[in-house]
């Protein structure tokens, strides 16, 4: 299987916020958000592996910012690392500016996501070679991540997840 980069799963969603999706303090409702951010990772996910692909988890979402009812909403979405079948999405949210058309980071998730056959049953994904720093730094995390979730999950133990240990030994 051809090693991917993360560049070739980016998935970038624009779209305006209208004032049945916003609360009553005329802000995006946060399960809307979130629900953008999944389709997105969805379409990363699948992008990379080029098969059907369903959501496993959502590992992490900050919620720095409201986003005001009017704004141009951007997702970004890309596999920030593959393992067997499972690959990791990191989302970035911005709003623009409506005078200066200058981006505001105002959320970002990381969603878990699974390639599946047409039955339902976990197939092996391509492997990620991270160009950028930022998609180096992500790519490590993820290791880090996937470890910290499965000896939470009892899946693992402490004394095996290696990536955890070595951030509290250095």
Not at 18 to 27: A, Q, S, V
Not at 80 to 98: K, L, P, T
Not at 99 to 119: C, H, L, P, Q, R
Request: aromatic content about 6%; some cysteine.
């Amino acid at each position: 299987m051809k090693t991917k980069t993360p560049k070739e799963s980016l998935t970038v969603l624009t779209d305006l916020v209208l004032p049945g999706e916003t609360n009553p303090l005329d802000n995006l409702f946060g399960g809307e958000l979130l629900a953008r951010m999944d389709r997105a990772s969805s379409i990363a996910a699948r992008r990379h592996c080029k098969r059907i692909v369903v959501t496993a988890a959502v590992n992490h979402v900050a919620f720095t910012k409201a986003v005001p009812v009017g704004s141009v909403l951007t997702i970004e979405a890309k596999v920030s690392r593959a393992f067997n079948s499972s690959m990791e999405i990191f989302v970035d949210v911005w709003i623009e500016d409506r005078e200066s058309g200058d981006k505001t980071k105002v959320n970002e998730g990381i969603y878990t996501f699974v390639a599946v056959n047409e039955t339902g049953t976990p197939v092996n994904v391509p492997s990620i070679s991270p160009e950028t720093e930022i998609e180096k730094e992500r790519f490590i995390g993820a290791l880090r991540r996937k470890q910290l979730s499965l000896v939470l999950a009892k899946k693992m133990r402490p004394s095996d997840a290696t990536e955890l240990k070595a951030l509290f030994n250095d």
